[in-house]
């Protein structure tokens, strides 16, 4: 099969044939339709994480059952399916529990194995993991939903325990954050969204943000205090550096809450953050982490049904070429919204 293959930390992709993965024994193989391009694909490219080379990335995929291990007993050939970035065991009592995005024994394609930048893709604890494609729902847009909207969803709803008329503030508005802004507009929170792209600011009031600050050396913690009467009751920090979360940690108005989502690489060992702050005004502070297979009903529910449309968040769609090319950059990416890799292409 085709894949992106990266041979060392900070080399660049190449496009190599390779052969096909095989199905594990509670596992499947998916011949993957679509594969979403994200920031952590670019933080393991970087070496943020721990990685065996060579490696092919990619972790947000969907696509159709091609191989069945004989331990699966819930999914088949030609079954339509996406899942989780975190695939759990299926065994310990995180998964049992309905938390497999915290199972001590996790797999993640893209990182803990060969991922799916690939025309076919081996997933782990197919029973536990897998979620069912409803025929409503194309490739792409489920493709979204494995990493960045899902992420956002169980952020806004499962972490934060967002309500009605609070004011969220989302720091980043590319994939995470652009998916926090409709979540949380369709939950009936305000919101304010936060990024250094005006095009991608653009698109967030386009999305229903009432407030869109560029990041251009404005004292952001200000003007949000300022714009929401005392700080946000709930904010994102959905691009992962000292200055995101600094910003979402000072945004904040006393005892709220911060959903800590974009990865944090550490600056002399460890991030520094605000946590002054978080102790003398009770802040809470929520790391998120995915969401569980588990927990994925009612959020396809709204989809669905129309209230949440993760499709328009898609900007463009790419093939693995182009894609080898742009993932060493992808930090540096003013995409305003979220880009799709089509092995096909």
């Known amino acids: 099969m085709r894949a992106v293959v990266i041979d060392a930390v900070r080399s660049q992709p190449r496009v190599l044939d390779v052969p096909e993965p095989t199905a594990p024994g509670d596992g499947v193989v998916v011949r993957v339709a679509a594969t979403g391009m994200c920031r952590s694909d670019w933080h393991a490219w970087a070496g943020h994480d721990d990685i065996a080379f060579p490696h092919v990335p990619g972790h947000e995929l969907a696509g159709e059952v091609v191989e069945v291990g004989a331990g699966v007993t819930r999914w088949q050939v030609g079954d339509r399916v ?11 009592a995180w998964c049992l529990g309905g938390n497999a995005q915290v199972c001590p024994d996790q797999q993640q394609p893209g990182f803990t194995h060969w991922g799916s930048f690939a025309e ?8 536990t993991n897998l979620v069912a494609l409803p025929d409503e729902i194309d490739f792409a847009t489920a493709a979204s ?4 909207f899902a992420t956002a969803y169980r952020a806004l709803v499962g972490r934060a325990r967002v309500t009605e008329g609070e004011w969220v503030t989302v720091v980043g508005a590319g994939g995470v954050g652009l998916s926090a802004v409709m979540i949380a507009r369709a939950l009936g929170v305000r919101v304010l969204a936060v990024d250094r792209n005006p095009e ?7 999305l229903g943000a009432e407030h869109v600050l560029l990041a251009d050396g404005t004292d952001i ?9 005392g700080g946000s009751h709930v904010a994102v920090d959905a691009v992962g550096s000292e200055q995101t979360c600094s910003d979402a940690i000072l945004s904040l108005r006393r005892r709220g809450r911060l959903a800590q989502v974009g ?4 600056v002399e060992g460890h991030p520094r ?12 502070v929520l790391g998120s982490h995915g969401m569980a297979a588990a927990d994925y009903p009612p959020m396809m529910e ?3 049904s129309g209230a949440l449309q993760p499709h328009r968040l898609v900007e463009r769609t790419i093939g693995l070429e182009q894609a080898a090319a742009l993932l060493p950059g992808f930090d540096r990416a003013t995409v305003a919204g979220m880009t799709i890799v089509d092995p096909t292409r």
Request: glycine residues 6%.
């Open 120 to 127: 076919h893709v081996a997933l782990h604890a197919a029973d």
């Open 302 to 304: 709204l989809i669905r």
């Open 263 to 266: 990865l944090l690489p550490p």
């Open 221 to 229: 913690p200000a003007a949000v205090a300022r714009l929401t009467d």
């Open 82 to 92: 996406t899942v989780p970035f975190v695939c759990g065991c299926g065994r310990c």
């Open 200 to 206: 991608a600011l653009a698109v967030a009031a386009d």
């Open 273 to 284: 953050v605000p946590m002054a702050r978080v102790i003398a005004w009770e802040l809470d």
């Open 145 to 148: 939903l494995g990493c960045r």
